[in-house]
């Protein structure tokens, strides 16, 4: 069963305790690494609506419920040498896809496999930029009218593209 959150730096916290395995980046350090152009990866753990509605630039999808041989199938030659960051809403996806695939990628080449802290939420609430497919976007999927709550600005909630 899912506690009702009244904010996300609680669901930030929560994600943190359950997944003590998997290392968390906060959006501010996220935002400093993708500036200098480190070698990362960026991992989109949500729905195909999710996803089409905004994600951050340069980003893949996987599928939330993705086997670790999909994932490997899916980010195959990407990972060599660069640090994957997964995120989805809150990071509660992100975190379970991230601690299923860790050892995999880390065989691969990866350098680490980290989640955002707080997802695209924490992102999208920091005013950090977002993308979809028509360009440069100020909308996020609210996921739910529940984890919608955790939006600073609710009235760019969209479940579709904008």
Known sequence: MFEIFRTLDQVER?????YRDVGQITVA????????QG?????????VDEFAVSRLRGAVRLDPG?????ARSRLSGNVRGR???LYCSVGRRSSAMARRIQAAMAADGATGVLNLRGGIFAWHN?????V?????????HPFNAT????????????????
């Not at 979809?132 to 996020?140: K, L, M, Q, S």
């Not at 955790?150 to 909630?157: E, F, K, P, S, V």
């Open 14 to 18: 929560d994600v943190a305790a359950r």
């Open 29 to 36: 350090d996220l935002a400093r690494a993708i500036s200098r």
């Open 66 to 70: 993705a086997s670790v041989a999909a």
């Open 132 to 140: 979809n497919a028509r360009g440069a976007t100020r909308y996020v």
């Open 147 to 162: 984890w919608g709550r955790l939006l600073t600005h609710r009235d760019l909630a969209s479940r579709v593209p904008v």
């Open 126 to 130: 920091a005013g950090l930029p977002l």
């Open 83 to 85: 640090v994957l960051v």
């Open 39 to 47: 070698p990362l990866l960026l991992v989109d753990v949500r729905e």
